[in-house]
């Protein structure tokens, strides 16, 4: 079964002003059943694409070219982006915060952001034992 099939019809509430100044609002079911599963995927990207664009404007472009690649969840996108130094930012206040000293957490951090699968978890002696 498609996406399109799956999804169907969806109803949709919207207002629209012509090249005239005259507004209307309109009540148009979509019917999504003959649609391929590429067209929902392309029109999914294209409006995350859009909603992400307003945030993505607050940013250097260098902070913008160092998102190049990454995986950003769906329903974040339209968020504020956070720049690497932000996110590092970020994660530094919270090991602070728990007592570690700031050049021991911005390091850390910056393993955190740069090579997630370098840090992993270790039981401490005192947790409690089953």
């Given at each position: ?80 982006v956070k720049s690497r130094e932000e996110q590092i930012g970020a994660i530094a206040a919270t090991f602070m915060a ?33």
């Amino acid at each position: 079964m498609t996406l399109g099939k799956t999804i169907g019809i969806v109803e949709d509430n919207f207002k629209v002003t012509n090249s005239r100044g005259d507004e209307i609002q309109l009540r148009i079911r979509f019917d999504f059943s003959t649609c391929s599963d590429n067209d929902i995927r392309s029109w999914l990207a294209g409006n995350r694409r859009i909603a992400m664009q307003r945030p993505l404007r607050g940013l250097t472009a260098e902070e913008i070219k160092q998102l190049d690649g990454t995986v950003i969840m769906a329903n974040e996108c339209g968020r504020k982006v956070k720049s690497r130094e932000e996110q590092i930012g970020a994660i530094a206040a919270t090991f602070m915060a728990s007592g570690m000293d700031e050049e021991q957490a911005r390091t850390l951090a910056t393993v955190a952001i740069d090579n997630p699968h370098l840090l992993t978890t270790k039981e401490s002696d005192d947790e409690i034992q089953d």
